[in-house]
T-cell receptor, first 116, second 111 residues
Framework: EAGVAQSPRYKIIEKRQSVAFWCNPI?????LYWYQQILGQGPKLLIQ????????DSQLPKDRFSAERLKGVDSTLKIQPAKLEDSAVYLC??????????????FGPGTRLTVL | QQQVKQSPQSLIVQKGGISIINCAYE??????FPWYQQFPGKGPALLIA?????SEKKEGRFTISFNKSAKQFSLHIMDSQPGDSATYFC??????????FGKGTRLSVIA
């Protein structure tokens, strides 16, 4: 089966600009996650969706970050305006959700964002 | 209560040797403990995982040892190969919740 797809793979922007990332999860996966991975650290959750509803966005900096998952499939993550400390890899992951195999999360290749 | 502490930060092992990475957790509600392998420029890939009702799980050269009373678990890579050189993350979660990751261990296997 096809894996989690993300685009773009790399993005370089100036601070205060806006940027958007796209994620297409594994077909049929109900749960979608966005993680931020700063260089040298483990991924940290930004937001979790169950179908098209938000389950957990407690760690999302809502003054500048927003995310949506229309129709419970693809998702976009937006940063506006970007700050230097947003430089990181943004990982999308999906899992089957409440039914069987819910615990296994599959990651996409990530989008490496550099803010200058 | 949500932390997962991982050590060492980096590890150098001779080809054919055993690589051992350790993790400790605090939240006893965690019920799934995966290990992820990440190569440069790639997303983390699930390597092996264990539930707390099992003390050991082996898949090929990879073994997880789990000590529920000590709240610790470890990854053992037997017969380490240069191709195993990557960053390894332990993680934990409860149910259909986000993964809580350790800070990672950069493994280098030298010939």
């Amino acid at each position: 089966e096809a894996g989690v797809a993300q685009s773009p793979r790399y993005k370089i922007i100036e601070k205060r600009q806006s940027v958007a990332f796209w994620c297409n999860p594994i077909s049929g996966h109900a749960t979608l996650y966005w993680y931020q991975q700063i260089l040298g650290q483990g991924p940290k959750l930004l937001i979790q969706f169950q179908n098209n509803g938000v389950v957990d966005d407690s760690q999302l900096p809502k003054d500048r970050f927003s995310a949506e998952r229309l129709k419970g499939v693809d998702s976009t993550l937006k940063i506006q305006p970007a700050k230097l400390e947003d430089s990181a890899v943004y990982l999308c992951a999906s899992s089957p959700g409440a039914s069987g195999g819910a615990y296994t999360q599959y990651f996409g290749p990530g989008t490496r964002l550099t803010v200058l | 209560q949500q932390q997962v502490k991982q050590s060492p930060q980096s590890l150098i092992v001779q080809k054919g040797g055993i690589s051992i990475i350790n993790c400790a957790y605090e939240n006893t509600a965690f019920d799934y403990f995966p290990w992820y392998q990440q190569f440069p420029g790639k997303g983390p890939a699930l390597l092996i995982a264990i539930r707390p009702d099992v003390s050991e799980k082996k898949e090929g050269r990879f073994t997880i040892s789990f000590n529920k009373s000590a709240k610790q678990f470890s990854l053992h890579i037997m017969d380490s190969q240069p191709g195993d050189s990557a960053t390894y993350f332990c993680a934990a979660l409860r149910g259909n919740t986000p993964l809580v990751f350790g800070k990672g261990t950069r493994l280098s296997v030298i010939a």
